[in-house]
């Protein structure tokens, strides 16, 4: 049925406010734009008709950071792929249900007697409560304040509690090629981390080469741990010979296989490769000092539930949320992610799974105005291909947030272009080093194959601050991220 007159007025009314005119591009793209902000639209469009974008799905929202007035539209309505833009909404999660000021717990006890000859008949507990920055140096300090206590043995087991949260490690649409990554390590209430990057869950793997050719290459780990096995085929070549190493968690298991060669004289090949259990792995740390301590340990190593009246041991506090989200967000850490849509389920529905999670996120969110029924959430990282979002929702979401009083902390955690600095630029520091965007975009990076997106904040050269949230899916390009900067680049030099 034709529509009525009236819509048709109404219809013609907002082209004439929105549409940018069309002589002004040679684009295939549909793309509207307020009358102020028409110049800016042609700059967007034009940059939007790259040969890089040829059947790609794009969504791009810029918005006013004051009033969130959408001053330019191209198909942001269309449900993407986020990739870890959907950090975003896990971030903006975590700090209304936990606040800034939350803190992870890890506590060392025993069910045991003390006698006065320092052995301690019973067995250890290591209970973690979802805390990723743990580290060698925690393990030994737990051990020193064991110690302390007078232990000079334990009669019993070394038992590892990672019951805070749930027993499932890996997201259900995690790809088997990423099991072994550090980006696709394990999830678990109580882990370790190799290094102050916290990517819970992984140890270093060092491949060395031998001193001739024909010896096997040397492999070490950071930390050194019995909590993977390590399968050495990779042999040390002429010094002109080819340097090719793999290095790969065997699928289901803890064992690391190390194939290739490597040339003599050669600087090492390092991999952060995830641990199959990093409960055990955080437990034999954890052994490792003690026994460095000169405590001896009877018994064996396994899972467990800490007693009721338990005695504790050690205890320590992780640093607060507002510390972790710098490397969480700047590095775009997948684990911390994960651990922080379980950690909200436990604390605000007694469950620390992703379903639980996942819910509250969903009801948070639906508190800032978006229609949650209109998204789809499948983890917490954006590792998922099935996590669905718009780019008008991303924008909508920054501007919301600005009024949350937690909100510095939320901007200070994005990355900001061009800056060298690690934990300042974070996946942006290589990006719009020059340029009106230099120093100017706080920004959400994502990528996954076939997907790149980047949403954030930029003040323009007339003073107004914008938001923006770019969305390229199914595109096959070898890299699109250029097109995404020389967008921010014309929101910063908008006039």
């Known amino acids: 049925m034709p529509a009525s007159p009236k819509k048709w007025f109404t219809a013609i ?3 004439a406010l929105l549409l940018v005119p ?5 684009s295939p793209h549909t793309a509207v734009a307020t009358e102020e902000h028409a110049a800016l639209g042609n700059s967007l469009n034009e940059i939007l008709n790259d040969p890089r974008l040829a059947g790609a799905t794009i969504g791009v929202n810029v918005s006013k950071a004051s009033d969130g007035e959408t001053v330019y539209a191209h198909t942001d309505d269309l449900l993407l ?99 072994s990554n550090y980006t696709g390590a394990p999830v678990s209430a109580l882990t370790a981390s190799p290094n102050t990057d916290f990517d819970a869950g992984t140890v270093i793997v060092n491949v060395n080469p031998g001193k001739t050719a024909g010896d096997p290459a040397k492999v070490t780990l950071d930390p050194a ?41 050669a600087t090492a090949s390092r991999s952060w490769t ?43 506090q992780s640093m607060p949320l507002r510390d972790l989200f710098i490397p969480f967000m700047k590095l775009s850490n997948n684990g911390h992610a994960e651990v922080l849509v379980k950690e909200i389920g436990k604390q605000s529905a007694g469950e620390g799974s992703w379903d639980a999670g996942l819910n509250v996120m969903s009801d948070v969110l639906a508190g800032y105005g978006l229609d949650t029924a209109g998204m789809r959430f499948r983890d917490g990282s954006g590792m998922s291909h099935k996590n669905l979002v718009t780019a008008k929702q991303l924008s909508d979401l920054l501007y919301a947030v600005q009024a949350g009083p937690w ?66 899916n199914n ?21």
């Open 225 to 265: 741990t019995d909590a993977v096995k390590i399968d050495n085929r990779a042999k040390t070549v002429a010094k002109d010979g080819r340097k090719s190493v793999s290095i790969e968690r065997a699928h289901g298991t803890d064992t690391i296989v190390i194939t290739g060669t490597i040339p003599a004289g």
């Open 274 to 316: 995830a641990v199959w259990d990093p409960s055990l792995y955080a437990l034999d740390l954890f052994r490792k000092a003690l026994e460095a301590e000169g405590i001896s340990i009877a018994g064996g190593m396994k899972k467990g539930i800490v007693p009721d009246g338990a005695a504790t041991l050690a205890s320590k």
């Open 81 to 179: 792929h986020p990739a870890s833009n959907m950090k975003i909404l896990t971030g903006v999660a975590a700090l209304e249900v936990l606040g800034p000021d939350h803190r992870f717990t890890t506590d060392v006890s025993h069910d045991g007697r003390l006698n006065n000859g320092g052995i301690l008949h019973g067995d250890v507990y290591l209970r973690g409560k979802g805390d990723p920055t743990l580290l060698k140096e925690d393990f030994e300090r737990f051990a020193k304040d064991v110690k302390a206590k007078g232990v000079k043995k334990i009669k019993g087991d070394l038992i590892a509690d990672a019951s805070w949260f749930d027993d499932i490690r890996l997201s259900e649409d995690l790809n088997w090629s990423d099991e």
């Open 13 to 15: 009314a907002l082209s």
């Open 407 to 472: 909100f510095p902390v939320f901007l200070d955690s994005l990355p900001v272009a061009g800056d060298s600095d690690r934990m300042t630029g974070g996946t942006l520091r290589n990006r719009m080093q020059e340029g009106p965007a230099a120093g100017n975009v706080r920004a959400k990076t994502g990528s996954l194959t076939g997907v790149s997106t980047l949403s954030g904040y930029v003040t323009g050269a007339d003073g107004e601050e914008y938001i923006f949230s770019i969305l390229f």
């Open 22 to 26: 069309a002589a002004a591009v040679e």
């Open 475 to 495: 595109y096959l390009a070898g890299s699109v991220t250029p097109i995404q900067d020389e967008i921010a680049e014309a929101i910063a030099g908008q006039e």
